[in-house]
C-alpha cells in the first residue's frame, strides 16, 4: 500500500521571513493603532465619537471588501517574479507612508480633518490588504506538509504576540522616548517610521526566500468562474463564520482597553501598567500553551474550544467582579488572555484547510481567492471592532475626556465590550465548528497533497 505521508525539508530561511513580515513590526504599527487610534482621534485631533466611529466603519468595510479583489487579482497575477511574490517589494514602503501619516494632525477645519483621517485610513487597510493575501497564498504554495505549515503558522503567532505585547505594553513609552530624544511634539511619527523600516527587511526577506512551487498554472477560464465554485460550497460557511467571530470578540476586548482603564475604572494613570501585566499573556499563549494544547489534544478544532471554554470562565468573573481590585484586574486578564490569545492563530489552520478542501473538491488552486475570503471574514469583523466600539460610545452618551462623569450606560458597554462580548462570540462560534466539512475528508485530502509535485522543479529540468 502506497504511503500517504508527505516527505519535505523544512526551509528555515523561509519560515523566519513569512513569520516576521506579516507578524513582525507591520503587527506591532496594527497593535498601536488598534489599542491607541481610536483615542487619539476622539481625545487628540478632536473628533466626535460617532464621526470617529463612521471613519473606522468606511475604512475597515472598505478594506474588507477589497480583500476578494486582491485575493483574485494576486491568482491571475502574471510576472517574472510570480503571483504573490511581487507585491511584497512595494508594500511595506506604502505602509510605512500611510501608517506614519494617521498620526499627523494636520491643522484644518474638522471637516477638513475628518476627510483626512479616512483617507489614511482606506490608504493603511489597502496596504495591508496587498501583502497579507499573498502572504497567507505563499504559505500553501511553498510547503505541502501539515506538519510544517502549523510550525510556520505558529512562529507567525508567536511573533504577532511578541510585537502586540511591545507595542500595547510599551507603546506610550516608546512615543514620549522620542519626544524627549528628538524634541518633537509628537513620537508616533519617527516611532512609526521606524518601523515601517524593519517591515521593509522582513517583507524584502520574504520575496528573496519563497517560491511558488504547488500551484497549478493560471488557467484560460474567467476569474468569475473560479469564485462561483468556490461560493457554492456552503460548508464553508463554519469557517467564514469562525474568522469573523474570532476577529470581533478578541478584538472587542482588546480595543476596548485603554477606554476601560481610563473611563471604567476611572485610572489612566495605570493603562501602561495593565497592559505591561497582561500583555505578555499573549506571547506565552503563542509560545507555550497553544503548542502544548495542539500536543495533547491534537486538532485545532478541539484547541480551539478549550481556549474558548477556559477563557470564558476568566472574562465572566472579570465582568462581575474586575473593578473591584486592580491586582485582581491585572491577574484575571493575563489568565484570559493566556487562553484566548491563541485563538487569532488556530483559526488561521482554517485557511489551509479550506485551500486544500477546495483543491480536493474542485481541483484548482486558489490561494489567493481562499485567503481573501479568511481577508474578507476577518476584516468585516474587524469593522465591527473598531467602529462598533466607537458608535456603541456614542450611543450611551459617552463624553471625551470626562473622566468619573460617564453615565451608566456607557460603564455598562465598556464592561460588556471588555469582557462579556468574547464570552458570547466564542460560544458562537464553537456551535459553527460543528460543522467543519474537511474532518471527513482529511485522509483523502493528505494522500492528495502527497502526489502533488514540485512545478519549479519540473520548470528547471525542462
Not at 510570480?82 to 501619516?101: E, K, M
Not at 514620549?176 to 517583507?203: D, H, Q, R, Y
Request: hydrophobic share 50%; net charge positive; charged share 15%.
Amino acid at each position: 500500500m502506497k504511503s500517504n505521508k508527505i516527505n519535505e525539508k523544512f526551509d528555515g530561511k523561509f519560515a523566519f521571513f513569512h513569520a516576521t513580515s506579516v507578524s513582525g513590526t507591520a503587527m506591532m504599527m496594527l497593535a498601536l493603532i488598534s489599542t491607541y487610534f481610536s483615542v487619539y482621534m476622539t481625545d487628540t485631533i478632536g473628533l466626535a465619537a460617532g464621526a470617529a466611529g463612521l471613519i473606522m466603519f468606511i475604512g475597515s468595510l472598505w478594506d474588507a471588501i477589497n480583500d476578494p479583489m486582491m485575493g483574485i487579482i494576486a491568482d491571475r497575477t502574471k510576472s517574472k517574479w510570480g503571483r504573490y511574490r511581487p507585491y511584497f517589494l512595494p508594500a511595506p514602503i506604502l505602509l510605512t507612508l500611510f501608517g506614519t501619516l494617521m498620526w499627523m494632525n494636520p491643522d484644518l477645519s474638522q471637516t477638513g480633518k475628518w476627510w483626512w483621517v479616512l483617507a489614511m485610513q482606506i490608504g493603511f487597510g489597502m496596504t495591508t490588504t496587498m501583502y497579507t493575501m499573498p502572504q497567507m497564498s505563499i504559505l500553501p504554495a511553498h510547503v505541502k506538509s501539515d506538519e510544517h505549515r502549523n510550525k510556520i503558522i505558529t512562529f507567525g503567532a508567536v511573533s504577532s504576540a511578541l510585537m502586540f505585547t511591545i507595542g500595547t505594553s510599551f507603546g506610550l513609552d516608546l512615543k514620549a522616548f522620542f519626544e524627549k530624544t528628538l524634541g518633537v511634539s509628537n513620537g508616533w511619527v519617527p516611532l512609526m517610521l521606524i518601523l515601517g523600516a524593519l517591515a521593509c527587511v522582513s517583507f524584502w526577506g520574504l520575496f528573496a526566500t519563497s517560491r511558488e512551487k504547488y500551484i497549478e498554472p493560471i488557467p484560460d477560464r474567467p476569474m468569475s468562474q473560479d469564485l462561483k465554485r468556490i461560493l457554492r460550497h456552503k460548508e464553508l460557511a463554519p469557517f467564514i463564520i469562525v474568522w469573523v467571530l474570532a476577529s470581533v470578540g478578541y478584538g472587542l476586548s482588546f480595543a476596548s482597553s485603554v477606554y476601560y482603564l481610563m473611563y471604567y475604572y476611572q485610572r489612566p494613570d495605570l493603562i501602561g501598567t495593565y497592559m505591561f501585566i497582561s500583555s505578555p499573556a499573549g506571547l506565552l499563549s503563542m509560545m507555550v500553551v497553544m503548542p502544548l494544547t495542539l500536543k495533547y489534544l491534537k486538532t485545532a478544532q478541539k484547541a480551539l474550544t478549550f481556549s474558548v471554554l477556559t477563557s470564558s470562565i476568566f472574562y465572566i468573573i472579570l465582568f462581575f467582579f474586575g473593578k473591584s481590585s486592580f491586582i485582581l484586574l491585572c491577574v484575571l486578564s493575563f489568565c484570559a488572555s493566556l487562553f484566548a490569545t491563541m485563538q487569532n492563530a488556530l483559526v488561521n489552520v482554517l485557511v489551509n484547510d479550506a485551500i486544500d478542501y477546495i483543491q480536493f473538491t474542485e481541483g484548482i488552486s486558489a490561494n489567493g481567492l481562499i485567503s481573501s475570503i479568511k481577508g474578507f471574514a476577518q476584516k468585516c469583523g474587524g469593522t465591527i471592532t473598531n467602529s462598533g466600539i466607537l458608535f456603541i460610545l456614542g450611543l450611551t452618551g459617552y463624553v471625551a475626556n470626562e473622566i468619573g462623569n460617564q453615565n451608566g450606560a456607557t460603564m455598562f458597554a465598556l464592561n460588556f465590550l471588555k469582557f462579556g462580548a468574547p464570552v458570547v462570540l466564542g460560544l458562537i462560534m464553537l456551535l459553527a465548528l460543528r460543522f467543519n466539512p474537511v474532518d471527513k475528508h482529511r485522509d483523502d485530502i493528505t494522500a492528495m497533497k502527497a502526489l502533488i509535485r514540485d512545478h519549479s522543479e519540473e520548470n528547471h529540468e525542462a
